[in-house]
T-cell receptor
Framework: NAGVMQNPRHLVRRRGQEARLRCSPM?????VYWYRQLPEEGLKFMVY????????ESGMPKERFSAEFPKEGPSILRIQQVVRGDSAAYFC???????????????FGNGTRLTVT | SQQGEEDPQALSIQEGENATMNCSYK?????LQWYRQNSGRGLVHLIL?????REKHSGRLRVTLDTSKKSSSLLITASRAADTASYFC??????????????FGAGTRLAVHP
């Protein structure tokens, strides 16, 4: 009964490179959320996806950031041309279809820590 | 801007003591949730309290919600060293579209000393 799996756990990129972060939700979950956490801060909502659909991307920067959740495979958060300010921990969370309402808690992965040098 | 703000930012206590953390928020909410985060790990859900509820318990945890004051508290009784972690409150604002778009506070860092 694996939880939410994120990889890689740590990712180092030079400025200008691309970062790809992967998230496999819990089995049976078809809703995925991405959050970003800066040091000593709480998590900030980025994007909410269902299978093959972006439902809410209001927290995601308009440029360089994109997210997808294909019919098959993990959800991907992609950051192009990374800058130092993108250094943060990126967390994925999932919820089940039946419990997709706001009264179901989210299940979080252990995050990907992105460092841009 | 952040919805929730936790108080205190950091709390240091001895094992066996109680720990109380407070959270204030700004807008109407559907529910308020508390999560725990151990260093370098993801968040673990503790308790969800709906806007029409005033108090909930789960084991050694007790959460209260006062919607008139837009505030909540988390009480951990008989604390243990294993309770050392950061604790976050998160709200689902009213009119959020029916999904779990959580707005987090900055957290309280709890240290429980043996």
């Amino acid at each position: 009964n694996a939880g939410v799996m994120q990889n890689p756990r740590h990712l180092v990129r030079r400025r200008g490179q691309e970062a790809r972060l992967r998230c496999s939700p819990m089995k049976g979950h078809s809703h995925v959320y991405w959050y970003r956490q800066l040091p000593e801060e709480g998590l900030k909502f980025m994007v909410y996806l269902q299978k093959e659909n972006i439902i809410d991307e209001s927290g995601m920067p308009k440029e360089r950031f994109s997210a997808e959740f294909p019919k098959e495979g993990p959800s991907i958060l992609r950051i192009q041309q990374v800058v130092r300010g993108d250094s943060a921990a990126y967390f994925c969370a999932s919820s089940p279809l039946q419990g997709s309402s706001y009264n179901s808690p989210l299940h979080f992965g252990n995050g990907t820590r992105l460092t841009v040098t | 801007s952040q919805q929730g703000e936790e108080d205190p930012q950091a709390l240091s206590i001895q094992e066996g003591e109680n720990a109380t953390m407070n959270c204030s928020y700004k807008t109407s909410i559907n529910n308020l949730q508390w999560y725990r985060q151990n260093s370098g790990r993801g968040l673990v859900h503790l308790i969800l309290i709906r806007s029409n509820e005033r108090e909930k318990h789960s084991g050694r945890l007790r959460v209260t919600l006062d919607t008139s004051k837009k505030s909540s508290s988390l009480l951990i009784t008989a604390s243990r060293a294993a309770d050392t972690a950061s604790y976050f409150c998160a709200t689902v604002p009213g009119g959020s579209g029916g999904y779990n778009k959580l707005i987090f506070g900055a957290g309280t860092r709890l240290a429980v000393h043996p």
